[in-house]
């Protein structure tokens, strides 16, 4: 009997997520938080037995790209970053996050056919399967052409009751995000979906950063929104869709490892009971 499932998608970017608008602040916590954020992330699920998935920006393994973009070659390209993850005890999907963070609602056809054969190019020179994609900023666009590349799923928007005002007033869409993120809320359960013959699993929560007006966000609003989301997804035997970025543990570093790991006991928990399964984005594509 199918049950319900946990999976978690990290967009892994570095600089690369900040090409149009990087600054010292941005540059200060790539070089001194994230490699050991990602080290400790790796850590957690080792020691529970979770596979996730890393949605990779391309270029952190392309050494020539690194070239002519400003600061230390460390934040552009990284494949030391990329080797452990490959080389941890759990095997992770390590999925694509385009080829260098550009957004596909703004490129022409050609440009996200072009974004997409230098990913492939990227993953096949390195051994890498090419199954799950992540957009870079969520901006879901052309669809097709991902499978016509060979890539099985992706994840779609995130299913959130303040998405939908967002769509239509972003204004609106911000004070209800935010108003989201204060109350404990629950989160919405996805399922599977197909679309032109390629899987999107929704997101369904954003593990948010600690930084400006939401390091207000009691970290207990927090737990209960995951606890909620875990149990929705239960009840409803459908999934929980948990996403982030290493820069979403820059601030606050300590109260966020201390949330997010109660939290993974819980889905251990959960796990050992039987009511629920961790699955990797490239995992739905095998069902």
Not at 249 to 258: D, K
Request: charged fraction near 25%; proline fraction near 4%.
């Amino acid at each position: 009997m199918a049950i319900a499932k946990l999976t978690i998608s990290i967009d892994l970017e570095l600089a690369w997520g900040n090409w149009d608008n990087l600054t010292p602040f941005h540059i200060q916590n790539i070089e001194s938080k994230e490699p050991e954020i990602i080290d400790r992330l790796l850590k957690i699920f080792d020691q529970y037995g979770f596979s996730v998935t890393w949605a990779f920006v391309s270029a952190l393994l392309d050494e020539n790209s690194a070239k002519s973009m400003p600061g230390n070659k460390s934040l552009w390209f990284a494949p030391e970053i990329i080797e452990k993850i490959r080389n941890s005890n759990m095997s992770h999907d390590l999925g694509s996050h385009g080829g260098k963070h550009k957004y596909f609602d703004e490129m022409t056809e050609q440009e996200a056919i072009e974004d997409l054969e230098y990913t492939a190019h990227i993953h096949s020179k390195h051994e890498i399967p090419l199954c799950s994609f992540v957009y870079p900023r969520n901006k879901v666009a052309k669809t097709k052409i991902l499978s016509n590349k060979g890539i099985k799923i992706y994840r779609g928007e995130d299913r959130a009751w303040h998405e939908n005002i967002r769509k239509k007033n972003i204004i609106l869409g911000r004070a209800a995000n935010f108003i989201d993120k204060m109350l404990p809320i629950s989160p919405q359960d996805v399922t599977l979906q197909t679309d032109e013959e390629i899987y999107n699993i929704p997101g369904s929560m954003l593990f948010f950063s600690r930084n400006g007006i939401r390091r207000f966000v009691h970290p207990r609003v927090t737990m209960a929104k995951l606890e909620k989301g875990l149990q929705t997804a239960i009840l409803n035997n459908n999934v929980f869709h948990l996403w982030f970025h290493p820069s979403n543990f820059w601030s606050e570093t300590e109260q966020q490892f201390t949330i997010f790991e109660s939290f993974i006991k819980r889905v251990a928990d959960l796990k050992n009971q039987k009511k629920l399964e961790v699955y990797s984005m490239a995992n739905f594509s095998k069902i």
